[in-house]
C-alpha cells in the first residue's frame, strides 16, 4: 500500500496570505489528524477528522481549520498566516476505531516571510 | 492534563552498544496506547514500537524493545545493537482509550549512533 502522502512538500509564503494543505490517507484509513512540528513547541495536536466529521481539536486559533471529503482526503487551511507559523505540518492516517497507529506523512514545511 | 516528559534531550552510542531511552507520562486514564516513533534527519517519522497499556508483557520489535512499568507511568525504549541507521529523534508518544487519535507528544530525544 502507498503511504500517507503530502502535498506540497515545500511552502512559502509571505504574512497576511493563506495556505491550505493537502493530505491523502493510506488507503483504506478513514482517520486523519495534523500536527503542527516547530523547533520550539515540539509536536502538537491540531485536529482528528474521521468519516468527514471533525472529533477532537487541539488548543489553535481559529485560523487553523480543516476538512475531510467523502474519499478520506483531508485538507488544512491557515488563514492570516504569521511568522509563527512557520512549521512542519504532519498528517497522519489510521484505519479507525479500533486501531490507534498513526501513520504519518512526510510532512509539508511551510516558511511564512 | 495528560503529559509526556522526555527528559533526554540527546543522547549518543557508540555503534553495536546498547542504549535506553526515558519517558514518562502522567495520566488519570487507565486505558491507553503508548508509542515510540523515530524521526530520521529530514525524512518522516516512523513507528518503532507501541504499547497498550492494559497488557502486562513489555513490547518488543526485532533490536527495540520497552520497559513499561505502569504503575510509575514510565516507558522506556532500549535499543540493542545500535546502527548508523538508528540516527534520529526519537519521540515517545501516549494516546487514550478508546477511539481517539489526538497523540500527546514528547519533546524528543536526539540520538546519534557514533561508529
Known amino acids: 500500500k502507498a503511504g500517507v502522502t503530502q502535498t506540497p512538500r515545500y511552502l512559502i509564503k509571505t504574512r497576511g496570505q493563506q495556505v491550505t494543505l493537502s493530505c491523502s490517507p493510506i488507503s483504506g484509513h478513514r482517520s486523519v489528524s495534523w500536527y503542527q512540528q516547530t523547533p520550539g513547541q515540539g509536536l502538537q495536536f491540531l485536529f482528528e477528522y474521521f468519516s468527514e466529521t471533525q472529533r477532537n481539536k487541539g488548543n489553535f486559533p481559529g485560523r487553523f481549520s480543516g476538512r475531510q471529503f467523502s474519499n478520506s482526503r483531508s485538507e488544512m487551511n491557515v488563514s492570516t498566516l504569521e511568522l509563527g507559523d512557520s512549521a512542519l505540518y504532519l498528517c497522519a492516517s489510521s484505519s479507525g476505531p479500533g486501531e490507534e497507529t498513526q501513520y504519518f506523512g512526510p510532512g509539508t514545511r511551510l516558511l511564512v516571510l | ?115
Do not use: H
Not at chain 2, 39 to 54: D, F, G, H, K, T
Not at chain 2, 101 to 113: E, H, N, P, Q
Open chain 2, 1 to 115: 492534563a495528560q503529559t509526556v516528559t522526555q527528559s533526554q534531550p540527546e543522547m549518543s552510542v557508540q555503534e553495536a552498544e546498547t542504549v535506553t531511552l526515558s519517558c514518562t507520562y502522567d495520566t488519570s486514564e487507565n486505558n491507553y496506547y503508548l508509542f515510540w516513533y523515530k524521526q530520521p534527519p529530514s525524512r518522516q517519522m516512523i513507528l518503532v514500537i507501541r504499547q497498550e497499556a492494559y497488557k502486562q508483557q513489555n513490547a518488543t520489535e526485532n533490536r527495540f524493545s520497552v520497559n513499561f512499568q505502569k504503575a510509575a507511568k514510565s516507558f522506556s525504549l532500549k535499543i540493542s545493537d545500535s546502527q548508523l541507521g538508528d540516527t534520529a529523534m526519537y519521540f515517545c508518544a501516549f494516546c487514550t482509550l478508546p477511539g481517539t487519535y489526538k497523540y500527546i507528544f514528547g519533546t524528543g530525544t536526539r540520538l546519534k549512533v557514533l561508529a
